[in-house]
Each structure stands twice: as structure tokens, then as C-alpha cells.
């Protein structure tokens, strides 16, 4: 089967501001954080490094596994919201 959903996590640079998100199309989601062209979080913080990737069956899964990510220790201070 096919993966249809992601979690990502990018980056402004090594040990810096970083961004977890959501998406069904990685690498698109990829380009638009690096040519700046989504508002919010990622772009005022440069977060334009993809630093890791998981891919999941299905959004819903992809969704619980970022959530999850967000409550582990030392990802609380400087993590985006879902793409």
C-alpha cells in the first residue's frame, strides 16, 4: 500500500527553531516552507530544513503520531501547530 500521509519536522538550523507538521504530500509541503510561501510559524522562524519524515497509511494515523510527538519531553517550546 501506498503511504499517504506524513509527519515532518523542519528546521532553521541544527539545534534550532523547529516545526512539526502534517501533510499528504511531502514533497510539495517540503518546497512551499523553503520558498517561504505558506504563512505563519515555519516562515518567520526560517524553519526550511526537513530534519525527519515518517509516513503513515492514512492522515488520521499521520495526525496522532504528531500529536504524540508534541507531548514528548523537549519538544514543548518552539514546535508549529499541524500544516
Same mark, same amino acid.
Given at each position: ?26 514533497? /510539495?509541503?517540503?518546497? /512551499? ?26 492522515? /488520521? ?7 504524540? /510527538? ?14
Amino acid at each position: 500500500m501506498t503511504k499517504s500521509a506524513y509527519v515532518y519536522l523542519t528546521a532553521n538550523r541544527h539545534c534550532g527553531k523547529t516545526y512539526l507538521g502534517v501533510t499528504s504530500n511531502l514533497a /510539495q509541503r517540503v518546497y /512551499q516552507h523553503r520558498n517561504k510561501l505558506i504563512e505563519g510559524y515555519s516562515k518567520d522562524h526560517n524553519c526550511m530544513l526537513l530534519v525527519w519524515f515518517e509516513a503513515h497509511d492514512d492522515i /488520521q494515523d499521520a495526525r496522532a503520531r504528531m500529536e504524540a /510527538q508534541e507531548m514528548a519531553p523537549g519538544m514543548e517550546n518552539g514546535v508549529g501547530r499541524r500544516a
